[in-house]
């Protein structure tokens, strides 16, 4: 069974520094990847995927994330964080049949960004 | 723009009482979701469908259902509410098949539903 772990419940940054969000999955072939941001009493809305190809992959916000096969992991960074950036992150596994199939969470980070 | 729009952002409801959530897209994806998100517990799936008519469950049925009529809606029921059903509940869709988007999920805004 597909599996997600986000090990950090809670991080907090300051503004302008670096941000990494881990993430670690079980998968019994190539996952399809995701990260998601939800803003306070709003759904969810994805920040970038990786399906296949390079394995580095640019998303929205000046989001980016790696996959590492040998690590399992898909963490998400960005280079430099904004005080709108404070929100939740999910990272996810998606179906392996898209037809018909559902999507594994993690039970989500909390990023809180001082000034 | 495409769009999940679920029809109350705000609901409070009696014990007992019985509840319709609505749910429409308008991107003709054939997969919809219902979650529910709690404080600690992440996002749990209730019940999903991936064709007219079709459900399946999800990790928490429970006290749950579901109907789909038609393609761009989705409706979760609750036939008795109760107070531990307080929760916010998203919405999602998704499509099919191997388009470039498949898998992603496309969120609702989200329904808080409060029972006293």
């Known amino acids: 069974a597909q599996s997600v772990t986000q090990p950090d419940i809670h991080i907090t940054v300051s503004e302008g520094a670096s941000l990494e969000l881990r993430c670690n999955y079980s998968?019994?072939?190539?996952?399809?990847l995701f990260w998601y941001v939800q803003s306070p009493g709003q759904g969810l809305q994805l920040l970038l995927k990786y399906f296949s190809g390079d394995t580095l992959v640019q998303g929205i916000k000046g989001f980016e994330a790696e996959f590492k096969r040998s690590q399992s992991s898909f963490n998400l960074r960005k280079p430099s964080v904004h005080w709108s950036d404070a929100a939740e992150y999910f990272c996810a596994v998606g179906p392996y049949n898209t037809n018909a199939g559902k999507s594994t969470f993690g039970d989500g980070t909390t990023l809180t960004v001082k000034p | 723009d495409v769009k999940v729009t679920q029809s109350s952002r705000y609901l409070v409801k009696r014990t007992g009482e019985k509840v319709f959530l609505e749910c429409v897209q308008d991107m003709d994806h054939e997969n919809m979701f219902w979650y529910r998100q709690d404080p600690g517990l992440g996002l749990r799936l209730i019940y999903f469908?991936?064709?007219?008519?079709?459900?399946e469950k999800g990790d928490i049925p429970e006290g749950y259902s579901v109907s789909r009529e038609k393609k761009e809606r989705f409706s979760l029921i609750l036939e008795s509410a109760s107070t531990n059903q307080t929760s916010m509940y998203l919405c999602?869709?998704?499509?099919?098949?191997?388009?470039?988007?498949?898998?992603?999920?496309?969120f609702g805004e989200g329904s808080r539903l409060t029972v006293l």
């Open positions: 999602a869709s998704s499509p099919g098949g191997n388009q470039g988007t498949a898998g992603e999920l496309f």
């Open positions: 998968y019994g072939a190539t996952p399809y």
């Open positions: 469908s991936y064709d007219v008519k079709m459900k």
